[in-house]
């Protein structure tokens, strides 16, 4: 078995790598398009397909060469005799033209920058997916030898597809042919680890037990199937599903802004709660022009209000701080600058307010119907976190 510890090691390499190609090639591509201003969007793809031939190749051969040499270690402490690790690289001159072509099309909306990063994750993904060909390929060639390989999800890219294809362990050579197990979309972040013993539901890597897997898969079809969920909020469910934290908070409002405010240093945790829930979290810049209202965040994409009521809210009132705060932001979805805003999304953050949380989630629901809001994230003390939907 590979330790958690020796997995993340080894994940961390390869995303060093992966970082490195995205990096180098970003940096040329822009540094051309910037020295030849002038340029057409013809010229600046032809550059652009020079610059990634060269660093794709390069970084491919890197990537296959490390996964060769993890192959043959693993093989060696698990006893198993193999001949010495074949390199895969997956660089297509073809696949080159095809995506310079396809992203200089960004050269229209999003300039040269865009164009230049998409160019880059261009070179991270090819260089991931040659890691990963490089450890199918030797797999192949020594199944003879007992010689499977499972699917491992990593982390936060992991969709439904990747989750039902590891759940079935390593399986390769016995019930699944390996140009189903090839498929990879972009981002992807799984790794093929070998295996080398018979059971295929083994746990190859310490914590990633298939059995496991194939009950999250059964909750990810689940998701995917409730018609009142949207694409974004699907993807915000798999992340907690999946204990993996959303990207980290994007600060488009000053962050230091908060130290100065009331009840700031509130907003910046509840930021923070929503990311580890596996949220994505914008918080917005306030902007909004004369008579209108500003909405604090973006949420998985959707505008959402943040309310953070400080320990003396509830006062004499008990628990009518809720309604107060909620009433609040009807008004400001009403007044949001193009009209009323629907979804109308509020967290109420009650982590400084001494209420009990069955007590919030009974008051909440309430003043729900009462107001016509269609979702509350309510975070209480001790880190609880209910979302409520009509």
């Keep these: 078995m590979i330790s958690a510890a020796e997995f993340a090691a080894y994940n961390r390499a390869v ?38 031939e060269g660093f794709v190749q390069g970084y491919d051969d890197v990537a296959a060469e490390f996964a060769a040499q993890w192959y043959d270690d693993l093989a060696e402490r698990n006893g198993a005799r193999l001949q010495q690790a074949v390199t895969m690289t997956t660089y297509r001159p073809e696949s080159v033209d095809t995506v310079a072509r396809y992203q200089a099309k960004k050269l229209v909306k999003g300039g040269d920058a865009a164009f230049a990063r998409a160019c880059g994750e261009y070179a991270r993904n090819d260089a991931l997916r040659s890691l990963n060909e490089t450890i199918i390929s030797n797999v ?5 030898h007992g010689v499977r390989f499972a699917r491992v999800p990593t982390g936060f890219e992991t969709c439904t597809f990747c989750i039902m294809l590891a759940s079935r362990g390593a399986v390769y050579h016995t019930r699944k042919s390996a140009g189903e197990f090839k498929h990879f979309h972009r981002h992807c972040d799984c790794k093929v680890v070998p295996g080398f013993e018979d059971d295929p539901d083994a746990e190859l890597v310490e914590g990633v037990r298939p059995e496991e897997l194939r009950e999250r898969w059964a909750q990810f079809k689940g998701i995917d199937e409730d018609e009142s969920l949207t694409s974004s909020d699907k993807d915000a469910a ?12 994007a600060y488009k409002k000053p962050k230091e802004t908060f130290a100065r405010e009331r009840g700031g240093s509130y907003d910046l945790a509840a930021h923070e709660a929503l990311r580890e829930a596996g949220h994505e979290v914008v918080v917005r ?31 004499v009132n008990g628990l009518r701080f809720i309604e107060r705060n909620i009433r609040k932001a009807v008004r400001q979805f009403e007044k949001v600058e193009g009209g009323p805003v629907r979804p109308s999304i509020v967290v109420l953050n009650c982590e400084e307010v001494p ?15 009462r107001h016509d809001i269609d979702r509350v994230i309510l975070l209480t003390r001790g880190g609880a976190i209910d979302d409520i939907k009509k």
């Excluded at 192949?140 to 003879?144: P, T, V």
């Excluded at 209420?355 to 119907?369: G, I, N, Q, Y």
């Design 285 to 315: 810049k306030e902007d909004a022009p004369e008579g209108f209202s500003n909405i604090d965040l973006l949420l998985d994409g959707k505008l959402c209000e943040l309310k953070s009521p400080t320990s003396d809210a509830s006062g």
């Design 355 to 369: 209420v009990t949380r069955e007590d919030a989630l009974k008051r909440v629901r309430l003043e729900m119907s």
């Design 140 to 144: 192949g060639r020594d199944k003879d």
């Design 15 to 52: 995303a060093k790598i992966g970082d490195g190609a995205a990096s180098d090639v970003e940096t040329a591509v822009l540094a051309w398009c910037r020295a030849h201003e002038g340029a057409t969007m013809a010229e600046k793809r032809e550059a652009a397909k020079l610059i990634m």
């Design 238 to 249: 798999k992340r907690a599903a999946l204990g993996s934290p959303g990207p980290p908070v």
